[in-house]
T-cell receptor, first 114, second 115 residues
């Protein structure tokens, strides 16, 4: 079984400042890792994913995350946030291949302050 | 990316009635779909895994007779909340697995309110 820990429930940050949302996972097998974003009263949108290959993955809106197997982490970063980035961010893990049952972290609410 | 739709987006019903929620993969075939529920300010909790043409696999603590799941085609799975009660009020989200990209895509969710 897999588990995900998002240590920060809320992260306030000023507009145009950098941000890092932390995510650590636990698994005894190879995993896929995901970051999803949820805007108020909406479903989840896939932000980026790591399946294999390069450990640094990027999204189209400037976010990036790096898979660190030794530290079992998949932290999400953005060098300069915008007001529109205010949302809840969920880190998730699934067993590589197979049924892909996804386990979610408890979420981190990113609040961008103007 | 791939698109998953849910219908309805929100529903209000009386206690004791049944509600059906549809989940469709619009541009890919999904042999596996998943149903989650999300309580306010909490993460998503997997309820069941739905496999096309076979019975759903329910997570521990989820009543299979209360939450009926049918996955009759490669693009449609339905969740029926039977004899709904106020404590069933929640945000229900489905996802579909795209085998081509080995990724799950999520629907926009259905907000159920039981009065």
């Amino acid at each position: 079984a897999q588990s995900v820990t998002q240590l920060d429930s809320q992260v306030p940050v000023f507009e145009e400042a950098p941000v890092e949302l932390r995510c650590n996972y636990s698994s005894s097998v190879s995993v896929y890792l995901f970051w999803y974003v949820q805007y108020p009263n909406q479903g989840l949108q896939l932000l980026l994913k790591y399946l294999s290959g390069s450990t640094l993955v990027e999204s189209i809106n400037g976010f990036e995350a790096e898979f660190n197997k030794s530290q079992t982490s998949f932290h999400l970063r953005k060098p300069s946030v915008h007001i529109s980035d205010t949302a809840e961010y969920f880190c998730a893990v699934s067993e590589a291949g197979g049924y892909q049952k996804v386990t979610f972290g408890t979420g981190t609410k990113l609040q961008v302050i103007p | 990316g791939a698109v998953v739709s849910q219908h309805p987006s929100w529903v209000i019903c009386k206690s004791g009635t049944s509600v059906k929620i549809e989940c469709r993969s619009l541009d890919f075939q999904a042999t596996t779909m998943f149903w989650y529920r999300q309580f306010p300010k909490q993460s998503l909790m997997l309820m069941a895994t739905s496999n096309e043409g076979s019975k759903a696999t329910y997570e521990q603590g989820v009543e299979k007779d209360k939450f009926l799941i049918n996955h009759a085609s490669l693009t449609l799975s339905t969740l029926t909340v039977t004899s709904a009660h106020p404590e069933d009020s929640s945000f229900y989200i489905c996802s579909a697995r795209d085998h081509g990209t080995d990724t799950q895509y999520f629907g926009p969710g259905t907000r159920l309110t039981v009065l």
